[in-house]
């Protein structure tokens, strides 16, 4: 689990103060995961967000994730890549002639 942020302002980045921290978070002993990496991965920023008694976000690519966080009120941003931004799929069945 990461929170990132500028010592001046945790959790937001700032480009006049480009420090940034990152706190990795152990998940509690005896914890047991979710079966949905999703699901886990909203509830470890829940709780997370109860520890720092501030506002976390997430930012993802993934539609379900950012719905799911913002279903566990979470805050959310869903990234968007541009069509031609994107690497090209390489088709792994075919063979160097």
Partial sequence: MYCAGTRNRPGLLNEDDPTVTIEVLFDPP???RLPITNDEIVDRLVQAQALAGQPVTLITYDTGQHFR?????LRSHRMRNAVEDEPEQQDKRKRPA
């Fill in 30 to 32: 005896g914890h047991i």
């Fill in 69 to 73: 966080a913002q279903a566990a009120g």
